[in-house]
């Protein structure tokens, strides 16, 4: 889900390239935050580091083939 997060985040900034890494570390925070809430709310869900790894590396990959992508074709 994070991975097209963050194509979709950045195929909708206008200049990428400068933006990856801020759309990179406020996806990762983004993750971070829904999993506090997970932990803070009461829904039966709990915070846990191997979600916010996935997350992490979803939004990794995310950048990395979007980056690619904009750098065929401009």
Request: proline share 1%; no cysteine; hydrophobic share 55%.
């Amino acid at each position: 889900m994070y991975l097209f997060f963050a194509i979709i985040w950045g195929l909708n900034s206008k200049n990428f390239i400068q933006n990856r890494t801020r759309i990179f570390f406020y996806a990762v925070l983004f993750g971070l935050g829904l999993e506090i809430f997970q932990h803070v709310l009461p829904f039966g869900r709990y915070f846990d580091w191997g979600d916010f790894v996935a997350n992490s590396v979803g939004v990794l990959f995310g950048v990395f083939i979007l980056y690619y992508i904009k750098k065929k074709l401009l």
